[in-house]
């Protein structure tokens, strides 16, 4: 088939993609829902609609595949998609930054307020007579029990130092796409997704150790809510990025780039690089933070980042106040 010129814009013939995702969407609710709601087939409705979506986005990939090798998409469809994966990122972006907002504001608000500060002497009072507002903290009422804070160091940096590590391969491969070195470009798009695969791995094993040792799970109030949420969404999406890397790297091994034409790399590239950047955001404000107001210093405790005078126990001078 023909190339489309620029001045008529490629509009996809009817699919039957989007009905098929629709009832893989409603198998993935209803065996959510009733999983959790103690039915036993709800797993396995959940597992079939996990099946029904891979499937979904399988066929859909390779149709949308399929029509770029046939030249159907001009530069106008070109614009397009770079609009949509703008927009795409930029949701991402902010759907992280609702788990911030909400981590700063149980921090430095809703703690603090517990414990009394600024104008809350009553709410300490009358609620948690007694509580001191520290921060990690599982809450007042002491949810979860005794139980250790994630360290950034060790494996959390060993992960962090792989994702900007994986952030430097992909770009290297992209340049290779450029000049055209074809063996540069798989081998450094091969060690990026390998890397990303790797800090999955590793995510899994920091979980393990902090739910059987650490006594740290979702169930730890404040903290252990938070952190597991931001980093299970996170590793979720380091998980999806390493599978297109991998999807990439085979229509690299089949030649379906040139230095003209490759935006499903670029794409790809762009969201690698989101996943790689809220990596080290996530540990500044998580793990960082949470030692440094820990950290003693000729009798003062450093003052964490965003802190407010009074919150979380740091006076406006950055001393810690007393009880």
Not at 140 to 165: D, K, R
Not at 203 to 212: D, L
Not at 237 to 249: N, P, R, Y
């Amino acid at each position: 088939m023909a190339t489309h010129t620029d001045d008529r814009y490629y509009v996809p013939h009817g699919s039957h993609w989007p009905v098929v995702g629709s009832v893989g969407l409603l198998f993935l609710m209803v065996g959510v829902s009733s999983w959790l709601n103690g039915a036993g087939a709800g797993f396995y409705i959940m597992l079939a609609g996990f099946a029904v979506l891979i499937f979904m986005i399988t066929g859909w990939f390779a149709t949308v595949i399929g029509e770029n090798q046939r030249g159907l998409y001009n530069n106008q469809v070109d614009r397009s998609f770079r609009q949509g994966m703008f927009w795409f990122i930029f949701s991402e972006v902010m759907f992280f930054a609702a788990f911030f907002g909400a981590l700063f504001y149980a921090r430095n608000m809703a703690v603090p307020w517990l414990g009394g500060s600024s104008n809350n002497l009553f709410t300490n009072l009358l609620l948690w007579e007694g509580y001191e507002s520290t921060w990690p903290t599982d809450g007042p009422g002491g949810i979860g029990g005794e139980y250790e804070a994630m360290p950034p160091f060790g494996l959390p940096l060993v992960n962090t130092a792989l994702l900007l590590s994986s952030s430097i391969t992909v770009t290297i491969a992209h340049h290779a796409l450029l000049a055209r070195k074809n063996t540069q470009l798989a081998v450094f798009l091969a060690a990026t997704f390998i890397l990303g695969f790797i800090f999955v791995y590793l995510q899994g094993v920091e979980y393990v150790h902090a739910y059987e040792e650490m006594n740290l799970k979702l169930t730890t109030g404040i903290y252990g809510s938070t952190f597991f949420m931001l980093t299970g969404f996170h590793g979720m999406h380091v998980t999806i990025g390493a599978i297109m890397l991998t999807i990439i790297f085979l229509r690299v091994l089949k030649g379906h780039f040139s230095p003209e034409h490759h935006f499903a790399f670029e794409a790809v590239a762009w969201y690698w690089h989101f996943v790689d950047v809220d990596r080290p955001v996530r540990v500044r404000l998580l793990d960082v933070e949470q030692r440094k107001i820990r950290i003693h210093r000729n009798g003062r405790f450093w003052r964490p980042f965003f802190a407010v005078p009074g919150a979380a126990g740091i006076t406006a001078s950055g001393v810690k106040s007393s009880p």
